[in-house]
């Protein structure tokens, strides 16, 4: 196995590196061997008037750009773009994010205040200007990456990678003409002139980056990433010790049973004669005479208590008695129907009434003392009554 | 990169003339030969170094912070030590690249792009620390403000997250301004191969890089501008470092020296490790005519500079804690210099301000054997440094009942050990893969590089 693979390296190592040219003309290429040199050259081919022409460098040198004619570079503008455009971004960020979308109140500071947020914007600015100051260098003004073009594998660009200076005017430049140009750059003292012509590969308009191989290769890839990522993510940082979020502890859940103690009962319960807090007993249970008599509602008529008793009688009530108490509920079928909240005998009851059977259950109506708090009752019984009014609503209670 | 030599004359920066040809050769000879027996020999040590702090690391997210050391009131203590030092020892890369570049000091051309790869490998090795001492690590992404199903965002208010904020950005941007450096070089080395894997890899790396003087010229505008900006990124990253301090309340903590003094710091501190690897590498590497003596001894100039800062900060503090007439601030200056941890208080003293001293005498500056000696304990004085900050400053603070000491367990020694082997380990591997000076670079500061004449421009006129 590890031989065939190796084997297939040495192969593929082997093949021949030098890719047969095609007969079309790309460009006429000349070298130079001083700096000197290729800065007269530069600005005699500028100032004959050539357009698609281009200095090659293995390091930038001094004003040759100048000597070429290149406009000012255009990278300042986009950097700046991308500075402004993060320091936006990051001030909006926090503003949204701190006092819009989930303000929290930190230490009674503001929720957005310039001081605090400068630090990020900093960072945010400087983040921003750097990403575009290094795409638009890259991409946007050299057009790279542009692995496949005519001028590589050449023997000019191994030259002017590394000790030489060349200079080359391409063959679609509206004055080339193939035996000027070469008699230009033997008139500058070229000390080696060649053409280039197109690899087949730039005529078909094929980068390797799309051959077949090399995108499923891509898609391979990011198909076992994609699994990888899915199983740690959700298996492994969910589930395995110790990133379990402590789901395994040693530890008794409610309603187990436990040797530990004498009832084998794994829950504990309050100590005889006392109250939880928040718990206190109802005293008038199965007292409905007491409760009606005693009993009155604590809480004011208002607009928040109401929606609290609307919210609270939709959870627990409207499944029975509907929603608008006519006792028509979602539960009709599977469960006796209860009576209507608007018949007389209810209408005529005392809030106290109400609030007992909440409170003590009635008939087949279990006691909802455990599941809604003391007000949560009484503003359920606020609720009733404004049920039974819409119900049952005078003339003189329409608006003018 | 490009030079006007007429201001200055300096030593050649490149002694013994190479020519272009040569400088390729020298350059990439490590990265196309096979590792020799003495790389071998540090990688095994730094990988065993970086398999220690592994096992620490297990150690710790399997049990838990507990197996640390920290306690009640030192909460913080090695895991935020090795933080800040590995920051700080981050901060010469950027500093030279950046801040001497635009200075024009053209000297850092021969050491410029290994400090920026100790700086990326440095905040690596940092970036550890602050997401294993959460406890659990695996929940670091809640950090960032991303949406989550509890609909809550980061609180923006916290120092702690702009420490987020600022360290991503200072790796993000120095990955940035290595990565653009790597590129024409990674085009030379292409057209060096004959391997064509190596060439298929060094293609892709190098973006399909031509050397065309159109694309220079937007290439040096924009490294002139990541240049700029990361000058004032590098002094707001340990600026906010600082602020997870002293924007607390601990005495000890609550000073406002405390940003320049961190930077000041940083810069001493990254200058020293930087010291201390060139010159095994200039070395090993046979680069002695690209990194010369005259490299060392400028660098010693500016250790002896920060020293003196650092030294000046110790004293400002204590100055400020007396003439602040606050008793818990005097006796947490006090205590730091008599208290139980006056031993970390003197090796800090001694090896960051006494010692550098000796950087007066031109005969320790360009002696190889003395330099590294002194650098070496510049950087085990800036690790106690913070050492001195973040545990003396808490083991004693308003309440005398809880006081208490703190005592390293074997596994905050594992991980420090680990730190190291995890930075060396990067940077070896670096040194056998990518030049560790800037071809491109290093060639137009030769003599003779740049032309002696100026032709009037012709076409649509340059730019000036």
Redesign the interface.
Known sequence: MIKKIVNFFREYNSRNDEERRTDRLYAVSAIFDTPNEIMAAASEVSGRGYKKFDAYTPYPVHRLDQAMGIKYPLVGPIAFTGGITGLFLALLMMWWMGSKDYPNIIGGKPFFSLPPSIPITFEGTILLTGFATVVGMLILLNKLPKINSPISDTEFMKRVSSDKFGIVIAADDRMFSETQVTELFRSLGASRIENIYYKPSNLTDKTPIFNRKFIMTLIGVAAIAAIVTYFTLNIVLYQVVPFDWMWKQARINAQSESLFFANKSGMREPVAGTVARGFMPYEYKGLPDSAVRLLANPLPVSKNVIEKGQEKYNIYCSPCHGYFGDGDGRLNDQFPKPPSLHNSKVLNWKDGNIYHVITNGQNVMPSYEGQISRDDRWAIVHYVRVLQRAKNAKDQDLPK | ????ATYTRELPLVTSRA???EI?QVLAHPTETKPTKGWWIAFGISFTALMIGALALTNT????IGEWGNNQPVGWAFDIVNFVFWIGIGHAGTLISAILFLFRQRWRTGIARFAEAMTIFAVMTAGIFPIIHTGRP?LAGYLL?LPNQN???????S?L??DV??VS?YF??SL??W??GL??DF??LR??T????K?TIY??AS????????????????YL??AG?ST??VL?VHS?VS?DFAVSIIPGWHTTIFPPYFVAGAIFSGFGMVSTVLIIVRKVFDLEHIITINHLEKMNKILLATGMMVGYAYGMEFFIAWYSGNTFEQFAFINRVFGPYAWAYWTMVSCNVFFPQLFWFKKVRTSIPITMVLVILVNVGMWFERFVIVVTSLHRDFLPSSWAMYIPTITDFGLLLGSFGFFFTFLLLFIKTMPLVSI??I??VVE?????????????????
């Open positions: 990169m490009s030079y006007d020519d272009f040809k390729d997210l399997y049990f838990g695996w403000p609909g809550v965002w980061v609180n923006f208010l120092p997250l702009w904020f600022a950005t993000t941007v940035l301004f990565g653009i590129v024409p085009a030379v057209n060096r004959t391997n064509k894997i060439k293609s892709v973006l399909g890089w031509t050397f065309s003087n159109r694309n220079w010229s937007n290439y040096e505008r924009a501008i990541l900006i004032p990124l707001s906010i602020f491109a670079e060639k137009a003779g590089a740049q032309p002696s004449i100026h032709p009037e421009p012709h076409g649509e006129g340059g730019h000036k």
